[in-house]
């Protein structure tokens, strides 16, 4: 049974800090690719940041500099850091993990930020 399972998302200031976390279970996390992906409502799901199973990342250019990816594989976990956070980051966030020809999403956390 594999379970991507996200939390850490809820209201926040602008310019404020928000740390998501993606708990995985049922897979060889070790082994897999793993990212964040948001979608906006009335807008199509777009990447934020993805590292490989050798850490190297990889980061939409909105987040550029304000979002660091990290993984912690004893953890079986994936983290988010955002930063500087701004309204037009406002969506639901989505964890993502692929290898050996499968993909698998978890539910999805809400960030929404807004004074």
């Known amino acids: 049974q594999v379970q991507l399972v996200e939390s850490g998302g809820g209201l926040v200031q602008p310019g404020g800090s928000l740390r998501l976390s993606c708990a995985a279970s049922g897979i060889f996390f070790n082994r897999y690719a793993m990212g964040w992906y948001r979608q906006a409502p009335g807008k199509q799901r777009e990447l934020v940041a993805t590292i490989t199973s050798r850490s190297a990342t990889n980061y939409g250019d909105s987040v550029k500099g304000r979002f660091t990816i990290s993984r912690d594989n004893a953890k079986n976990t994936v983290y988010l850091q955002m930063n500087s956070l701004k309204p037009e980051d406002t969506a639901v966030y989505y964890c993502?993990?692929?290898?050996?020809?499968?993909?698998?999403w978890g539910q999805g956390t809400q960030v929404t930020v807004s004074s």
């Open positions: 993502n993990g692929g290898a050996f020809g499968a993909d698998y």
